[in-house]
């Protein structure tokens, strides 16, 4: 914590290390109270370097003792400012040993070495090493790692490290060691360590060269029987990785370890992956199909990171999407290419691509709005963003889109040739992207330099005398903190023309070659590279409707005038599954956003408004097509969310968005009441709970027909609901059910409520859904939300919990939290101030809710603007907290 002005980093002041690390040997005492940790470095001075003192960082640390090629610095012969411990005129080979202290019971932070219900963990990513020992904690200082990890027997029975076990045993007085070594460099934020009472599955498993490794699992008892699917979901990683991109597991030993007190979802630590239980707990009883699948995708992007994070590092933090938006790139293609079929694999293009509009897209038009590869920053944590990690995905996507799945791979390839075992940039990705396929991506470097999300205006002109379609896209990119002015992007756009029949049309475009080309492509990568280009389709037979940005071809806004008729017509007949459901967005869109109006305006909102559009009609065709994907059918049922109503709103009108959408819902619940009901029929799952993808996506059709069957709240309705909640055999369809019936005037609904508490009181991540049920329910005010806080299992200590109640909250019932008379906001602003003193990493997070408070009404904004600054002139804010609520108002 520090009340002086933070300071901000910049990437141009980028030095290198002033010394190398080769080797850490470190020993640990570990105690809750008072961990003594004592750490050799062997170090040489770097030739490049001019500077000559050897630079270490530590952060709340007590230094105990420091010894110099064998011989103690006195307090002379070292600086300790700030957490920067300077020696000066220090040799070229240096072997310094250095004692220091920490307290990991008073940890709150979840950063370094703390406990979590009695265990010891440690998070190291992205600075947390140094409250550990004092070290040059920054990605490019790579060194071998030995440690020893000392502990009471019977209190800590488990103790683990990175790499391999090398030695254990007794040390007598109850107490016992274990050695571990790790073969492989790595720099400081892979660190980990964990010890206490765990258990774990394990498995022997054979690689695809025929060297068998051994996987673990590692729970708290009585958590045995919830590992199985990550335990399926590594193997699948593993064999996933050598198929897609040659890579191999590079260790004898790979072990996950679940905690409940969990910053993030989790780290990719060197052999020794330490998660959130929310990322590892599965069972039916427990999880719903959407945490399976969470599980799957974290799994696979932790091992992931094993090659592209931890072989190949960052050389410093403003890279941290060369790690991040390359590995969340790996784990959609892993769980679209388990999915393995095509409509599959739109589905999860979907469901990417509205995360990205659902968070990324606010972020980039807002106060906090940073480049790919941004170019400052006060407190790294908290560039942690949908930015780096789901619009960094994109841009390695657009990789692949313009070379093509060989083209990347081959640039992957050349990627490992030249820097397997270094800390490199973005830049060298992309050089091996442009290298590797001889191809020229230097105006591509700018969707790394660059924040904002683009928008591309496409005109379409028909020539019937000539039979030629023109395509006129032009782009543009709004101002953002850092450059009001942007230069034009390399952007790919994915482009298909359909007939009057809905078939895609055999497309030429003028100008290219197409005559080697035996079967005609139906589908044209456009690479607009100006601000504005023409691209002239021939022999286009008749006027066709274009299907534009298919399967989501680049992060941008596309503006294209459609009729409403073009839209239905896209959405029963576009090849592209992506760019049938987003058409069907389009339309309910711009019903959204018209209703909004009328609301506004004090009309009273009728049937005959829904009627008026094409959007009862094509929802009806969409649930009446039997031949449509179940999964798919849910997506393209499911209205545009609030959040991502509200973006395209000049002013937003959370209340009036809100109105409008429940309106929708209970109109579509009632025309169409039959459709919902043999769509709720027809999709049951009956038998044995499975999570694979036809089930998931029968059940999540299912579940979307109750919730809308629900809208209309009668005594049938409820009934369903009653029942499917009491008959369920697995979380999916309890939770499903449990909420809609709190969002109901169902006479069952407390009850539920309450058997649902009892049911689960031991299953913390089950609690966790039964506070955020009710914090998104609609007719939770801020009262309710303080109300709920006092409940005994309620605590602002456990990220989870936090997170589940007031986040949930915040983020997740807009309604709600932007009450008139402001209440909302300083709920907000007591709660990330109190967690502000407990962990700043989730109270920052928190601070981000106000993210956009100047594009409400002025009467909100002023409310917001109060909070924000209640929160600024708050006392002992942490950097993190102060960068987010600075930013903001400024
Ligand atoms: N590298 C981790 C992942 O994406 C995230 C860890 C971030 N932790 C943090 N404290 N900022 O898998
Ligand atoms: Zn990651």
């Given at each position: ?6 300071l901000t ?72 400012t ?6 000066h ?6 072997t310094?040993?250095i ?38 904690d ?26 391999n076990?090398?030695e ?24 980990a ?7 774990c ?6 690689l695809?060269?025929g ?119 790996r ?78 791979r ?90 009057r ?66 839209l ?20 309910a ?18 049937n ?55 309106f ?8 169409l ?40 709240d ?56 039964w ?10 005010d ?12 309620f605590t ?75 929160v ?18 400024a």
């Open positions: 914590m520090r009340t002086d002005t933070p980093i910049y990437r141009k002041d980028y030095t290198p290390p002033t010394y190398r690390v080769d080797t850490v040997e470190m020993g640990f005492d570990l105690d809750p109270d008072l961990t003594r940790v004592a750490t050799r470095l062997t170090m040489r001075r770097n030739p490049d370097s001019r500077n000559k003192s050897l630079v270490l960082f530590g952060d709340s640390l007590e230094l105990v003792q420091l010894r110099m090629n064998g011989k103690e610095v006195g307090k002379r012969g070292y600086t300790l700030n957490g920067v411990l300077e020696i005129n220090a040799p070229e080979q240096v310094l040993e004692e220091t202290a920490t307290h990991p019971n008073q940890n709150t932070s979840l950063m370094g070495l703390y406990t979590s219900n009695g265990n010891f963990f440690t998070q190291c990513e992205a600075e947390g090493f140094r409250k550990i020992t004092f070290f040059p920054r990605p490019d200082v790579m060194a071998k790692y030995t440690v020893m990890l000392r502990a009471d027997k019977s209190r800590y029975p488990v103790l683990l490290s990175n790499g076990l090398v254990e045993g007794d040390l007598g007085d109850g107490r016992h060691y274990a050695v571990w070594e790790d073969p492989f460099k790595k720099p400081s934020y892979l660190f360590l964990v010890a206490g009472q765990l258990v599955q394990e498995e022997k498993y054979k695809q060269s060297r068998e490794v051994l996987l673990q699992v590692w729970v708290e008892e009585g958590n045995l029987d919830k590992t199985q699917h990550a335990m399926d979901s590594l193997e699948n990683s593993i064999r996933w990785d050598v198929e897609r991109f040659g890579l191999e597991l590079d260790l004898d030993r790979f072990m996950i370890v679940a905690v409940g007190d969990f910053n993030m979802g989790a780290m990719e630590n060197k052999g020794l992956n330490i998660f959130n239980t929310k990322y590892v707990l599965a069972n039916p009883r427990i999880a719903t199909d959407t945490d399976y699948a969470g599980i799957e995708s974290v799994v696979g992007h932790e091992y992931f990171h094993n090659w592209t994070g931890n072989r190949v590092t960052c050389r410093d933090w403003f890279q941290l999407s060369l790690k991040e938006g390359l590995t969340v790139f784990d959609q293609e892993f769980s679209a290419d388990l999915i393995g079929t095509e409509s599959g694999r739109a589905v999860k293009r979907i469901e990417d691509v509205r995360v990205l509009r659902q968070a990324q897209f606010p972020e980039d038009a807002g106060p906090m709005a940073h480049p790919v590869r941004p170019d400052s920053y006060v407190e790294i944590n908290n560039f942690y963003t949908v930015t780096i990690y789901e619009k960094g995905s994109e841009v390695v996507r657009m990789y692949q889109t313009l070379l093509g799945r060989d083209g990347f081959k640039g992957m390839d050349l990627y490992f040739q030249r820097h397997d075992g270094q800390a490199v940039t973005c830049d060298d990705f992309r050089a091996a992207m442009a290298d590797a396929n001889d191809r020229d991506l230097s105006q591509f470097e700018l969707w790394y330099s660059q924040a904002g999300t683009p928008h591309i205006k496409a005109d379409m002109q028909y020539d019937a005398g000539i039979r030629t379609y023109s395509i006129t896209l032009t782009q543009s990119c709004p101002p953002t903190p850092e450059h009001a002015k942007k230069q034009s992007f390399h952007i790919p756009v994915a482009v298909g023309l359909l007939d029949n809905g078939r895609d049309m055999p497309l030429t475009l003028e100008g290219q070659d197409n005559a080697d080309n035996g079967s005609a492509q139906t589908t044209l990568v456009l690479e607009l590279k100006e601000q504005s280009q023409t691209f002239v389709f021939t022999s286009v037979a008749e006027p066709p409707v274009p299907s534009i940005l298919r399967n989501f071809s680049a992060p941008v806004v596309l503006d294209v005038e459609y009729a409403d008729a073009e239905a017509f896209l959405m029963a007949n576009d090849s592209d599954a992506f760019n049938r459901w987003e058409a069907g967005q389009r339309l869109m711009r019903r959204m956003l018209a209703l909004s109006a009328a609301v506004q305006g004090d009309h009273a909102l009728s005959a408004q829904l009627d008026e559009g094409a959007l009862g009609n094509a929802f009806r065709a969409t649930l009446r097509d039997t031949t449509l994907d179940p999964a798919f059918c849910e997506l393209a049922l499911t209205l545009p969310s609030e959040t991502v109503v509200a973006e395209q709103m000049d002013v937003i009108d959370p209340h009036a968005i809100h109105a409008v959408r429940v929708l819902r209970r109109a579509l619940a009632s025309t009441k039959v459709d919902w009901l043999v769509a709720y029929q027809s999709n049951r799952t009956p038998g044995t709970y499975s999570p694979d993808p036809v089930s998931t996506g029968k059940r999540g059709l299912k579940n979307l027909a109750l919730s809308y069957v629900l809208e209309i009668d005594a049938d309705a409820h009934r369903l609901a009653q029942n499917q909640y009491d008959n369920a055999n697995n979380m999916t369809d309890r939770i499903a059910a449990l909420s809609v019936l709190v969002n109901s005037t169902a006479p069952g609904r407390d009850a539920a409520l309450a058997h649902f508490f009892e049911e689960f009181e031991h299953e913390a991540l089950v609690i966790d859904k506070f955020s049920l009710q914090a998104m329910a609609r007719n939770t801020v009262a309710t939300v303080r109300e709920l806080m006092k409940h005994p299992a602002l200590k456990n990220p989870n919990r936090a997170r589940s109640l007031i986040f949930s909250f915040c983020n997740g019932n807009p309604a709600q939290f932007h009450a008139v008379d402001g209440s909302g906001y300083e709920f907000w602003a007591d709660q990330v101030i109190a967690l502000n003193a407990i962990n700043p990493q989730v109270a920052a997070r928190l601070a981000r809710t106000m993210d956009r408070w100047r594009k409400y009404a002025p009467a909100l904004q002023e409310k917001m603007r109060a909070a924000l600054l209640r600024a002139s708050a006392g002992a804010l942490s950097k993190d907290v102060l960068e987010v609520v600075t930013k903001s108002l």
